[in-house]
Protein backbone atom coordinates (compact mmCIF):
# COMPACT_ATOMS: atom_id res chain seq x y z
CA UNK A 1 0.00 0.00 0.00
CA UNK A 2 3.15 2.65 -0.28
CA UNK A 3 2.89 3.15 -3.98
CA UNK A 4 0.77 6.23 -4.67
CA UNK A 5 -2.63 6.16 -6.15
CA UNK A 6 -3.38 6.12 -10.04
CA UNK A 7 -1.01 8.80 -11.25
CA UNK A 8 -3.07 10.52 -13.69
CA UNK A 9 -5.42 11.09 -10.38
CA UNK A 10 -4.00 13.65 -8.21
CA UNK A 11 -5.95 14.84 -5.92
CA UNK A 12 -5.47 18.35 -5.25
CA UNK A 13 -3.02 19.95 -2.95
CA UNK A 14 -4.30 21.38 0.22
CA UNK A 15 -4.48 25.07 -1.54
CA UNK A 16 -7.86 27.03 -1.97
CA UNK A 17 -10.20 28.71 0.03
CA UNK A 18 -11.96 25.53 1.70
CA UNK A 19 -10.01 22.91 0.49
CA UNK A 20 -8.35 21.75 3.92
CA UNK A 21 -11.61 22.84 5.51
CA UNK A 22 -13.64 20.71 3.15
CA UNK A 23 -11.28 17.62 3.74
CA UNK A 24 -12.65 14.66 5.74
CA UNK A 25 -12.51 11.61 3.59
CA UNK A 26 -9.11 12.40 1.97
CA UNK A 27 -7.98 14.49 5.10
CA UNK A 28 -5.42 12.10 6.00
CA UNK A 29 -3.89 11.84 2.29
CA UNK A 30 -3.92 15.66 2.36
CA UNK A 31 -2.48 15.43 5.96
CA UNK A 32 0.63 12.89 4.58
CA UNK A 33 0.57 11.70 0.85
CA UNK A 34 0.81 8.26 1.40
CA UNK A 35 -2.46 6.04 1.54
CA UNK A 36 -2.97 5.04 4.96
CA UNK A 37 -2.75 1.39 6.20
CA UNK A 38 -4.08 0.10 9.05
CA UNK A 39 -1.94 1.52 11.84
CA UNK A 40 -2.19 4.95 10.11
CA UNK A 41 -5.77 4.78 10.34
CA UNK A 42 -6.30 3.97 13.32
CA UNK A 43 -3.83 6.65 14.63
CA UNK A 44 -5.95 9.36 12.87
CA UNK A 45 -9.73 7.62 13.59
CA UNK A 46 -9.22 5.38 16.54
CA UNK A 47 -10.96 1.99 15.97
CA UNK A 48 -14.53 1.99 14.52
CA UNK A 49 -17.20 2.60 17.52
CA UNK A 50 -18.85 -0.51 18.84
CA UNK A 51 -22.75 0.13 17.65
CA UNK A 52 -24.23 -3.06 18.43
CA UNK A 53 -23.23 -6.93 18.29
CA UNK A 54 -23.83 -8.64 14.90
CA UNK A 55 -27.93 -9.81 14.97
CA UNK A 56 -28.62 -7.15 17.71
CA UNK A 57 -31.91 -5.75 15.95
CA UNK A 58 -32.69 -3.37 18.66
CA UNK A 59 -29.46 -1.26 18.29
CA UNK A 60 -30.18 1.34 15.86
CA UNK A 61 -28.32 4.45 17.00
CA UNK A 62 -26.04 4.50 13.80
CA UNK A 63 -29.25 4.57 11.51
CA UNK A 64 -30.51 7.58 13.67
CA UNK A 65 -27.18 9.29 13.55
CA UNK A 66 -26.94 8.80 9.98
CA UNK A 67 -30.93 9.84 9.48
CA UNK A 68 -29.74 13.20 11.41
CA UNK A 69 -27.10 13.97 9.47
CA UNK A 70 -28.84 13.78 6.15
CA UNK A 71 -26.31 10.99 4.53
CA UNK A 72 -27.31 10.43 1.16
CA UNK A 73 -25.80 7.77 -1.32
CA UNK A 74 -22.27 9.06 -3.26
CA UNK A 75 -23.51 6.33 -6.13
CA UNK A 76 -25.19 8.30 -8.27
CA UNK A 77 -29.05 8.58 -6.72
CA UNK A 78 -28.31 10.40 -3.84
CA UNK A 79 -30.89 8.14 -1.67
CA UNK A 80 -31.35 8.95 1.66
CA UNK A 81 -28.80 6.23 3.74
CA UNK A 82 -30.80 5.66 7.01
CA UNK A 83 -33.75 4.55 4.54
CA UNK A 84 -32.20 2.04 3.02
CA UNK A 85 -30.15 1.08 6.46
CA UNK A 86 -33.56 0.83 7.99
CA UNK A 87 -35.57 -1.07 5.54
CA UNK A 88 -33.09 -3.62 5.26
CA UNK A 89 -32.82 -3.96 9.31
CA UNK A 90 -36.31 -4.34 9.60
CA UNK A 91 -36.54 -7.22 7.33
CA UNK A 92 -36.63 -10.88 8.78
CA UNK A 93 -33.80 -13.05 8.41
CA UNK A 94 -29.88 -12.37 8.58
CA UNK A 95 -28.87 -9.40 6.83
CA UNK A 96 -25.88 -8.98 3.74
CA UNK A 97 -23.99 -5.94 3.03
CA UNK A 98 -22.23 -4.94 -0.37
CA UNK A 99 -19.63 -2.16 -0.85
CA UNK A 100 -20.16 -0.94 -5.02
CA UNK A 101 -16.77 -0.01 -5.55
CA UNK A 102 -17.19 -1.11 -9.06
CA UNK A 103 -17.00 2.84 -10.31
CA UNK A 104 -18.47 1.57 -13.98
CA UNK A 105 -18.53 5.47 -14.94
CA UNK A 106 -15.64 5.95 -17.57
CA UNK A 107 -15.46 10.03 -16.32
CA UNK A 108 -15.02 8.63 -12.41
CA UNK A 109 -12.35 7.70 -10.84
CA UNK A 110 -13.52 8.80 -6.65
CA UNK A 111 -14.26 5.18 -5.33
CA UNK A 112 -10.69 4.12 -7.19
CA UNK A 113 -8.75 7.00 -5.58
CA UNK A 114 -10.73 6.95 -2.28
CA UNK A 115 -9.85 3.03 -1.81
CA UNK A 116 -6.67 3.30 -2.69
CA UNK A 117 -5.65 6.10 0.05
CA UNK A 118 -7.97 5.59 2.36
CA UNK A 119 -9.50 1.66 2.37
CA UNK A 120 -10.10 1.44 5.68
CA UNK A 121 -12.79 4.20 6.06
CA UNK A 122 -14.10 2.58 3.54
CA UNK A 123 -13.88 -1.06 5.10
CA UNK A 124 -14.83 0.63 8.67
CA UNK A 125 -18.28 1.89 6.72
CA UNK A 126 -19.31 -1.52 5.74
CA UNK A 127 -18.72 -3.35 9.11
CA UNK A 128 -20.20 -0.61 10.70
CA UNK A 129 -23.64 -0.53 8.60
CA UNK A 130 -23.88 -4.50 8.67
CA UNK A 131 -23.44 -4.15 12.49
CA UNK A 132 -26.50 -1.90 12.22
CA UNK A 133 -28.63 -4.11 10.08
CA UNK A 134 -27.93 -7.44 11.73
CA UNK A 135 -25.52 -8.71 8.91
CA UNK A 136 -23.00 -11.00 9.34
CA UNK A 137 -21.22 -10.56 5.75
CA UNK A 138 -19.60 -7.90 4.00
CA UNK A 139 -18.96 -8.51 -0.01
CA UNK A 140 -16.90 -5.87 -1.68
CA UNK A 141 -17.09 -5.72 -5.58
CA UNK A 142 -14.97 -4.20 -7.76
CA UNK A 143 -14.22 -5.03 -11.71
CA UNK A 144 -11.53 -7.69 -12.34
CA UNK A 145 -9.92 -5.57 -14.74
CA UNK A 146 -8.69 -3.59 -11.75
CA UNK A 147 -6.07 -6.40 -10.82
CA UNK A 148 -3.81 -3.57 -8.51
CA UNK A 149 -6.78 -2.55 -6.82
CA UNK A 150 -7.92 -5.69 -5.91
CA UNK A 151 -4.14 -6.81 -4.45
CA UNK A 152 -4.21 -3.43 -2.65
CA UNK A 153 -7.57 -4.30 -0.95
CA UNK A 154 -6.87 -7.78 -0.33
CA UNK A 155 -3.75 -6.32 1.87
CA UNK A 156 -6.07 -4.14 3.58
CA UNK A 157 -8.71 -6.99 4.33
CA UNK A 158 -5.60 -8.89 5.40
CA UNK A 159 -4.24 -6.38 7.75
CA UNK A 160 -7.74 -6.22 9.76
CA UNK A 161 -7.89 -10.44 9.94
CA UNK A 162 -4.39 -10.42 11.62
CA UNK A 163 -5.80 -7.52 13.94
CA UNK A 164 -8.99 -9.14 14.63
CA UNK A 165 -10.58 -6.15 13.97
CA UNK A 166 -14.21 -6.97 12.47
CA UNK A 167 -17.43 -8.96 14.21
CA UNK A 168 -18.47 -9.45 10.21
CA UNK A 169 -16.60 -11.58 7.73
CA UNK A 170 -15.29 -9.23 4.88
CA UNK A 171 -15.34 -11.46 1.04
CA UNK A 172 -13.75 -9.64 -1.76
CA UNK A 173 -14.78 -9.99 -5.50
CA UNK A 174 -13.83 -9.56 -8.64
CA UNK A 175 -16.90 -9.00 -11.45
CA UNK A 176 -16.76 -8.38 -15.12
CA UNK A 177 -16.52 -5.25 -15.77
CA UNK A 178 -19.71 -3.10 -18.19
CA UNK A 179 -21.12 -0.09 -17.19
CA UNK A 180 -24.33 -1.14 -15.96
CA UNK A 181 -23.23 -4.52 -13.94
CA UNK A 182 -22.65 -1.78 -11.25
CA UNK A 183 -25.97 -1.26 -10.88
CA UNK A 184 -27.38 -2.65 -7.77
CA UNK A 185 -29.03 -5.68 -8.77
CA UNK A 186 -26.29 -6.87 -11.16
CA UNK A 187 -24.29 -6.89 -7.73
CA UNK A 188 -26.67 -9.08 -6.04
CA UNK A 189 -27.61 -11.32 -9.49
CA UNK A 190 -23.95 -11.70 -9.97
CA UNK A 191 -23.30 -12.91 -5.94
CA UNK A 192 -26.04 -15.09 -6.44
CA UNK A 193 -24.03 -16.61 -9.27
CA UNK A 194 -25.98 -15.14 -12.19
CA UNK A 195 -24.74 -12.51 -14.64
CA UNK A 196 -24.08 -9.06 -13.48
CA UNK A 197 -26.46 -7.58 -15.49
CA UNK A 198 -29.57 -5.25 -13.95
CA UNK A 199 -32.48 -7.46 -12.97
CA UNK A 200 -34.57 -4.32 -11.85
CA UNK A 201 -38.07 -6.26 -11.50
CA UNK A 202 -39.15 -7.26 -7.91
CA UNK A 203 -38.33 -8.87 -5.31
CA UNK A 204 -35.74 -5.64 -4.78
CA UNK A 205 -32.81 -6.77 -3.27
CA UNK A 206 -33.24 -5.46 0.37
CA UNK A 207 -36.29 -7.31 0.65
CA UNK A 208 -34.79 -10.80 -1.02
CA UNK A 209 -31.20 -10.12 -2.35
CA UNK A 210 -28.09 -12.79 -1.74
CA UNK A 211 -29.27 -15.59 -1.21
CA UNK A 212 -32.60 -15.05 -0.78
CA UNK A 213 -31.12 -12.40 2.52
CA UNK A 214 -32.48 -8.50 2.62
CA UNK A 215 -29.48 -6.89 0.81
CA UNK A 216 -28.01 -3.68 1.47
CA UNK A 217 -25.65 -2.06 -1.09
CA UNK A 218 -24.00 1.21 -0.74
CA UNK A 219 -20.95 2.62 -2.42
CA UNK A 220 -18.01 3.03 -1.47
CA UNK A 221 -17.81 6.35 -0.79
CA UNK A 222 -21.16 6.38 1.04
CA UNK A 223 -19.76 4.31 3.18
CA UNK A 224 -16.75 6.16 4.18
CA UNK A 225 -19.15 9.01 5.07
CA UNK A 226 -20.73 6.42 7.58
CA UNK A 227 -17.96 5.96 9.29
CA UNK A 228 -16.57 9.31 10.09
CA UNK A 229 -20.58 10.13 11.23
CA UNK A 230 -20.34 7.33 13.53
CA UNK A 231 -17.68 8.79 14.80
CA UNK A 232 -18.24 12.17 15.16
CA UNK A 233 -22.10 12.27 15.07
CA UNK A 234 -24.68 14.11 12.81
CA UNK A 235 -23.71 17.71 14.28
CA UNK A 236 -20.64 17.32 12.87
CA UNK A 237 -21.19 16.10 9.74
CA UNK A 238 -23.46 19.23 9.24
CA UNK A 239 -20.98 21.53 9.42
CA UNK A 240 -19.80 21.54 5.58
CA UNK A 241 -22.11 22.22 3.10
CA UNK A 242 -25.99 23.46 2.71
CA UNK A 243 -28.44 22.27 5.63
CA UNK A 244 -30.69 20.15 2.77
CA UNK A 245 -27.84 18.52 1.10
CA UNK A 246 -24.42 18.59 3.90
CA UNK A 247 -21.75 16.88 4.31
CA UNK A 248 -18.75 16.67 1.29
CA UNK A 249 -18.73 14.97 -1.76
CA UNK A 250 -15.83 13.39 -3.82
CA UNK A 251 -15.65 15.09 -6.93
CA UNK A 252 -13.80 13.90 -10.42
CA UNK A 253 -12.54 16.47 -12.69
CA UNK A 254 -11.35 15.98 -16.30
CA UNK A 255 -11.48 17.16 -19.75
CA UNK A 256 -10.06 20.55 -20.26
CA UNK A 257 -8.03 20.50 -16.99
CA UNK A 258 -4.28 20.74 -16.53
CA UNK A 259 -4.79 16.90 -15.41
CA UNK A 260 -7.79 14.91 -14.17
CA UNK A 261 -7.87 15.14 -10.69
CA UNK A 262 -10.28 13.78 -7.57
CA UNK A 263 -11.41 16.42 -4.90
CA UNK A 264 -13.24 16.76 -1.73
CA UNK A 265 -15.06 19.63 -2.26
CA UNK A 266 -18.09 20.74 0.21
CA UNK A 267 -22.26 20.34 -1.45
CA UNK A 268 -22.90 23.81 -2.39
CA UNK A 269 -19.32 24.83 -3.87
CA UNK A 270 -19.93 26.63 -6.96
CA UNK A 271 -19.13 24.07 -10.19
CA UNK A 272 -16.91 26.79 -11.70
CA UNK A 273 -14.66 27.23 -7.83
CA UNK A 274 -14.40 23.48 -8.42
CA UNK A 275 -13.20 23.71 -11.83
CA UNK A 276 -10.64 26.61 -10.37
CA UNK A 277 -8.96 24.63 -8.67
CA UNK A 278 -7.95 21.97 -11.33
CA UNK A 279 -7.84 24.57 -14.48
CA UNK A 280 -5.14 25.50 -16.16
CA UNK A 281 -7.02 26.55 -19.14
CA UNK A 282 -5.65 28.41 -21.85
CA UNK A 283 -9.03 28.06 -24.59
CA UNK A 284 -12.03 29.26 -23.03
CA UNK A 285 -14.84 26.04 -21.99
CA UNK A 286 -17.37 25.30 -23.94
CA UNK A 287 -19.35 23.36 -21.88
CA UNK A 288 -19.23 20.96 -18.98
CA UNK A 289 -20.59 17.48 -18.69
CA UNK A 290 -22.37 17.65 -15.30
CA UNK A 291 -22.70 13.76 -13.46
CA UNK A 292 -20.85 11.82 -16.00
CA UNK A 293 -21.61 9.94 -19.18
CA UNK A 294 -25.52 9.52 -18.08
CA UNK A 295 -25.12 13.18 -16.79
CA UNK A 296 -26.50 16.78 -18.45
CA UNK A 297 -24.09 18.97 -20.54
CA UNK A 298 -24.61 23.08 -19.04
CA UNK A 299 -23.68 25.84 -21.30
CA UNK A 300 -20.66 27.95 -19.51
CA UNK A 301 -23.35 30.51 -18.19
CA UNK A 302 -24.37 28.16 -15.88
CA UNK A 303 -21.32 27.21 -13.97
CA UNK A 304 -22.23 29.10 -11.31
CA UNK A 305 -24.43 27.02 -9.89
CA UNK A 306 -23.55 25.24 -6.73
CA UNK A 307 -23.47 21.82 -6.63
CA UNK A 308 -26.59 20.07 -4.94
CA UNK A 309 -29.21 18.64 -6.42
CA UNK A 310 -31.64 21.32 -5.52
CA UNK A 311 -29.83 23.83 -7.75
CA UNK A 312 -28.82 21.59 -10.31
CA UNK A 313 -32.67 20.00 -10.69
CA UNK A 314 -34.19 23.17 -12.52
CA UNK A 315 -31.17 22.86 -15.41
CA UNK A 316 -32.19 19.19 -16.02
CA UNK A 317 -28.92 17.97 -14.04
CA UNK A 318 -27.51 16.45 -10.58
CA UNK A 319 -24.46 16.28 -8.91
CA UNK A 320 -24.85 12.13 -9.59
CA UNK A 321 -21.51 10.58 -8.96
CA UNK A 322 -19.80 13.73 -8.64
CA UNK A 323 -18.08 14.02 -12.27
CA UNK A 324 -17.18 16.99 -14.49
CA UNK A 325 -15.95 16.47 -17.60
CA UNK A 326 -14.92 20.26 -18.98
CA UNK A 327 -14.81 20.43 -22.76
CA UNK A 328 -12.77 23.79 -24.24
CA UNK A 329 -13.27 25.26 -27.58
CA UNK A 330 -12.80 24.19 -30.43
CA UNK A 331 -14.92 20.91 -30.01
CA UNK A 332 -18.02 19.37 -31.30
CA UNK A 333 -20.29 18.97 -28.31
CA UNK A 334 -22.31 16.35 -31.04
CA UNK A 335 -19.60 14.59 -31.83
CA UNK A 336 -18.34 13.67 -28.19
CA UNK A 337 -21.71 13.02 -27.41
CA UNK A 338 -22.20 10.60 -30.37
CA UNK A 339 -19.05 8.63 -29.11
CA UNK A 340 -20.23 8.61 -24.94
CA UNK A 341 -23.83 6.90 -26.96
CA UNK A 342 -22.42 4.61 -28.67
CA UNK A 343 -20.63 3.47 -25.72
CA UNK A 344 -23.84 3.57 -23.86
CA UNK A 345 -25.69 1.50 -26.09
CA UNK A 346 -22.63 -1.03 -26.80
CA UNK A 347 -23.05 -1.50 -23.04
CA UNK A 348 -26.87 -1.98 -22.35
CA UNK A 349 -27.61 -5.26 -21.24
CA UNK A 350 -29.94 -5.76 -23.69
CA UNK A 351 -32.81 -7.29 -21.63
CA UNK A 352 -35.46 -4.39 -22.39
CA UNK A 353 -36.77 -2.79 -25.11
CA UNK A 354 -35.18 0.50 -24.75
CA UNK A 355 -31.86 -1.24 -24.85
CA UNK A 356 -32.03 -3.25 -27.64
CA UNK A 357 -33.88 -0.73 -30.01
CA UNK A 358 -34.13 2.99 -28.51
CA UNK A 359 -30.55 3.52 -26.93
CA UNK A 360 -29.20 1.64 -30.39
CA UNK A 361 -31.47 4.16 -32.63
CA UNK A 362 -30.41 7.03 -30.64
CA UNK A 363 -27.05 6.60 -30.85
CA UNK A 364 -26.94 5.89 -34.45
CA UNK A 365 -29.05 8.72 -35.29
CA UNK A 366 -27.00 10.99 -32.74
CA UNK A 367 -23.94 9.81 -34.49
CA UNK A 368 -25.26 11.10 -38.30
CA UNK A 369 -26.44 14.42 -36.95
CA UNK A 370 -22.64 14.65 -35.60
CA UNK A 371 -21.24 13.71 -38.75
CA UNK A 372 -23.67 15.89 -40.75
CA UNK A 373 -25.30 12.88 -42.85
CA UNK A 374 -28.96 13.87 -41.20
CA UNK A 375 -31.97 12.87 -43.25
CA UNK A 376 -34.87 15.30 -43.39
CA UNK A 377 -36.51 13.13 -40.21
CA UNK A 378 -33.60 12.82 -38.68
CA UNK A 379 -34.24 15.39 -35.57
CA UNK A 380 -37.64 14.93 -35.07
CA UNK A 381 -36.93 11.27 -34.92
CA UNK A 382 -34.08 11.60 -32.40
CA UNK A 383 -36.53 13.90 -29.51
CA UNK A 384 -38.98 11.36 -29.71
CA UNK A 385 -37.18 8.63 -29.73
CA UNK A 386 -34.89 10.17 -26.41
CA UNK A 387 -38.22 11.27 -25.38
CA UNK A 388 -39.57 7.41 -24.93
CA UNK A 389 -36.56 6.25 -23.77
CA UNK A 390 -36.58 7.35 -19.75
CA UNK A 391 -38.36 4.92 -17.40
CA UNK A 392 -39.15 2.00 -19.99
CA UNK A 393 -36.05 -0.04 -18.83
CA UNK A 394 -36.02 -2.41 -15.80
CA UNK A 395 -32.91 -0.26 -14.98
CA UNK A 396 -31.95 3.46 -14.89
CA UNK A 397 -29.28 3.03 -17.82
CA UNK A 398 -31.85 4.37 -20.44
CA UNK A 399 -32.51 7.40 -18.75
CA UNK A 400 -29.16 8.27 -18.16
CA UNK A 401 -28.84 8.01 -21.93
CA UNK A 402 -31.62 10.06 -22.56
CA UNK A 403 -30.52 12.60 -20.25
CA UNK A 404 -27.67 13.20 -22.07
CA UNK A 405 -28.55 13.04 -25.49
CA UNK A 406 -31.65 15.44 -24.48
CA UNK A 407 -29.00 17.74 -22.90
CA UNK A 408 -26.74 17.74 -26.02
CA UNK A 409 -29.43 18.92 -28.23
CA UNK A 410 -30.52 21.79 -25.84
CA UNK A 411 -26.65 22.73 -24.78
CA UNK A 412 -25.31 22.65 -28.71
CA UNK A 413 -28.58 23.93 -30.33
CA UNK A 414 -26.63 26.22 -32.66
CA UNK A 415 -24.58 23.24 -33.74
CA UNK A 416 -27.32 21.00 -34.14
CA UNK A 417 -29.37 23.49 -36.83
CA UNK A 418 -25.71 23.91 -38.59
CA UNK A 419 -24.80 20.45 -38.67
CA UNK A 420 -28.53 19.84 -40.35
CA UNK A 421 -28.09 22.72 -42.40
CA UNK A 422 -24.42 22.61 -43.73
CA UNK A 423 -23.30 19.44 -42.68
CA UNK A 424 -20.28 18.57 -40.19
CA UNK A 425 -18.93 21.77 -38.58
CA UNK A 426 -14.84 22.20 -38.63
CA UNK A 427 -14.40 21.71 -34.58
CA UNK A 428 -16.23 18.11 -35.85
CA UNK A 429 -12.98 17.16 -37.36
CA UNK A 430 -10.77 18.14 -35.20
CA UNK A 431 -9.19 15.72 -32.77
CA UNK A 432 -11.90 14.26 -29.93
CA UNK A 433 -11.52 15.85 -26.50
CA UNK A 434 -13.07 13.13 -24.62
CA UNK A 435 -11.82 9.81 -23.11
CA UNK A 436 -14.45 7.52 -24.19
CA UNK A 437 -13.51 3.78 -23.98
CA UNK A 438 -14.63 2.10 -26.98
CA UNK A 439 -18.07 0.98 -27.99
CA UNK A 440 -17.76 -2.66 -27.85
CA UNK A 441 -20.09 -4.76 -25.70
CA UNK A 442 -18.87 -6.38 -22.68
CA UNK A 443 -17.09 -9.70 -23.14
CA UNK A 444 -18.60 -11.33 -20.70
CA UNK A 445 -21.23 -11.14 -18.21
CA UNK A 446 -20.27 -13.64 -15.84
C1 LIG B 1 -26.36 1.82 -15.14
C2 LIG B 1 -26.03 2.07 -13.69
C3 LIG B 1 -24.71 2.02 -13.26
C4 LIG B 1 -24.40 2.23 -11.91
N1 LIG B 1 -23.08 2.20 -11.53
C5 LIG B 1 -22.76 2.41 -10.23
C6 LIG B 1 -21.39 2.36 -9.79
O1 LIG B 1 -20.47 2.18 -10.60
N2 LIG B 1 -21.13 2.54 -8.47
C7 LIG B 1 -22.15 2.79 -7.56
O2 LIG B 1 -21.87 2.91 -6.38
N3 LIG B 1 -23.44 2.85 -7.93
C8 LIG B 1 -23.77 2.66 -9.24
N4 LIG B 1 -25.09 2.69 -9.63
C9 LIG B 1 -26.10 2.91 -8.60
C10 LIG B 1 -26.39 1.60 -7.86
O3 LIG B 1 -27.39 0.89 -8.57
C11 LIG B 1 -26.86 1.83 -6.42
O4 LIG B 1 -27.95 2.73 -6.46
C12 LIG B 1 -25.78 2.38 -5.51
O5 LIG B 1 -24.67 1.53 -5.47
C13 LIG B 1 -26.34 2.54 -4.11
O6 LIG B 1 -25.39 3.12 -3.28
P1 LIG B 1 -25.63 4.49 -2.50
O7 LIG B 1 -27.00 4.43 -1.89
O8 LIG B 1 -24.56 4.49 -1.48
O9 LIG B 1 -25.50 5.57 -3.50
C14 LIG B 1 -25.43 2.51 -10.97
C15 LIG B 1 -26.76 2.58 -11.42
C16 LIG B 1 -27.07 2.37 -12.75
C17 LIG B 1 -28.50 2.46 -13.20
S1 LIG C 1 -32.73 -1.17 -19.15
FE1 LIG C 1 -31.00 -2.12 -20.23
S2 LIG C 1 -29.40 -2.32 -18.71
FE2 LIG C 1 -31.32 -1.91 -17.63
S3 LIG C 1 -32.14 -3.93 -17.14
FE3 LIG C 1 -33.04 -3.38 -19.09
S4 LIG C 1 -31.65 -4.19 -20.63
FE4 LIG C 1 -30.57 -4.21 -18.70
Not at 22 to 48: I, K, Q
Not at 277 to 302: N, S, Y
Request: proline share 10%; hydrophobic share 45%.
Amino acid sequence: MNSPPTAAFEPHPTTGPDAPAAARLLASWYATGRPAVLTDHLRRHGPPPVTATPGDRTAMPLVEAVEAAGLTGRGGAAFPTAGKLRAVAERRGRAVVVVNAMESEPASRKDQFLLAVAPHLVLDGAVLAATAVGSDTVHVCLPRTRTAQYRQLGAALDERRRAHLDPVRLRLHALPPAYVSSESTALVRWLNGGPARPRGSPPRAHERGIDRRPTLVHNAETLAHLALIARHGPGWFRQIGPPDEPGTMLVTVSGAVAAPQVLEVALGTPLATVLDRVAERTQPLLAVLVGGFAGTWLPVEHLRVPLTRRDLAPLGAAPGAGVLVALAQPACGLTETARILAYLAAHGARQCGPCRFGLPAVAQDFTALAAGRADPDLLSRLRRRVGLLPGRGACRHPDGAARLAASALRTFADDVDHHLARGACRAARRPTRIDVPPATPPETWR
